[in-house]
């Protein structure tokens, strides 16, 4: 493995032309220091994955994974850990690409990323934080939210993709206990990761409508998520079976 790169910025794509190379350029606004970015495009009809491979061909930190089609947002966020941690990156920022997730609000997750192994953006810590968003995302936001709450114990936002991780406290084989390729990536990966015993720390967010085109969440990711929810806690809560991470063993008792 090199030696340590600083900050990863990683990016998963999908028909996101009208706001790849805008992000790409909010986020060279922001002087971060020394950073890197990663996008993921799973062959986007729109032209994204072109428009990826123009900001790298004029910018050396930026970087490309073209993949042949949709393969769930989950293993995309899976692809672009390990190849945060092939690459010896010292942490891993993960957001999507349609502004829900506010560059702005990079430099306060990197402010306490020396306490914590984790940093969340969470919608639930301020009143009013998705004022634009229609009532069935506020619906469905919630409704995630108190499941995992309250079925799983955890107390974090726990279905969003706004994330900065310590790769070099958290050991790469403990992604390897998360299942999901989908949406539910998200609450199984932390949950594992608190589980585990690493801090988690929340960032209020205030998230907007997307910027340009429509949530890619269906209903039947919907009820996959609901269906992995539903395993953890019968694993975890109600069995009392382990999701702990060894260095010579994974020890979940599907593999």
């Not at 992604?175 to 690493?198: H, I, K, Q, R, T």
């Not at 039947?220 to 991470?245: G, H, I, M, P």
Request: net charge positive; aromatic share 12%.
């Amino acid at each position: 493995m090199e030696s340590k790169r600083d900050l990863l910025i990683f990016v998963p794509t999908y028909n996101e032309a009208e706001n790849v190379e805008v992000l790409f350029r909010e986020i060279y606004k922001l002087q971060l220091g020394t950073w890197e970015m990663l996008f993921l495009d799973d062959n986007s009809p729109d032209g994204t994955g072109k428009i990826i491979d123009r900001l790298v061909a004029g910018n050396p930190n930026v970087h490309a994974i073209h993949r042949s089609g949709k393969q769930g947002i989950g293993s995309a966020h899976q692809v672009g850990i390990r190849w945060a941690y092939e690459q010896g990156f010292h942490s891993l920022l993960t957001m999507d690409c349609d502004f829900t997730h506010p560059p702005q609000k990079i430099p306060e997750f990197l402010r306490f990323r020396n306490e914590y192994d984790i940093v969340v953006g969470s919608r639930f810590q301020q009143k009013n934080s998705l004022p634009t968003w229609s009532l069935l995302r506020k619906t469905l936001t919630h409704v995630g939210h108190l499941l995992t709450t309250n079925a799983l114990g955890m107390p974090f936002d726990a279905t969003g993709a706004y994330r900065l991780y310590r790769l070099d406290r958290i050991p790469v084989g403990i992604f390897d206990l998360v299942d999901s390729p989908g949406y539910s990536f998200f609450f199984e990966s932390l949950y594992v990761l608190w589980l585990n015993g690493f801090q988690v720390k929340e960032v209020p967010l205030e998230l907007p409508a997307r910027t340009y085109g429509h949530s890619k969440m269906t209903w039947k990711d919907a009820a996959n998520s609901t269906r992995v929810l539903c395993r953890l806690f019968l694993k975890t809560r109600l069995q009392r079976e382990k999701l702990t991470y060894s260095a010579a063993a994974t020890t979940t008792s599907d593999r």
